[in-house]
């Protein structure tokens, strides 16, 4: 009896790992070219929304990511970023004059979406604009 409950559980165990994996998972990726403003025309960087919903090797989510480089302004110079006109947080420029800001997945803040015609901002904290 002991024998037979094991059989049946291991082929159990196979049946359920050999299952397909879901087809009804999605993948999205948006990115936004950014630029610089007038006296900051070096600037670069890139805006990039991704969600997921039962995407293998990847957490279910949004995330957006929000890179620059070239900004002529001092290294540790903090940016205020605004998405759809909404600050979303902030970029501390590194030696390099570039940065990076992410909102990763989580339950309390999802990040904004990013569409065709979404408008994000980087903007220094007197208001003045240097990257969109």
């Not at 070219?33 to 610089?36: E, R």
């Given at each position: 009896m002991r024998q037979l409950?094991?059989?049946v559980v291991f082929g159990?165990?196979?049946t359920v790992a050999a299952w397909?994996?879901?087809a009804e998972a999605i993948f999205n990726r948006r990115q936004l070219?950014?630029?610089?403003c007038r006296g900051y025309q070096s600037a670069k960087g890139t805006a990039t929304y991704t969600s997921s919903l039962?995407?293998?090797d990847v957490t279910d989510g949004q995330r957006l990511v929000i890179v620059v480089e070239n900004v002529p302004l001092p290294p540790g110079?903090?940016?205020l970023i605004y998405v759809h006109e909404v600050e979303v947080g902030?970029?501390?420029l590194d030696k390099r004059r570039g940065g990076r800001f992410a909102i990763e997945p989580t339950f309390?803040?999802?990040a904004p979406a990013i569409t065709t015609g979404s408008f994000v901002v980087l903007k220094l904290i007197d208001g003045t604009n240097v990257i969109w």
């Open positions: 409950l094991k059989t159990l165990v196979l397909p994996q879901s070219p950014l630029s610089g039962g995407e293998k110079t903090e940016l902030t970029l501390k309390r803040q999802p």
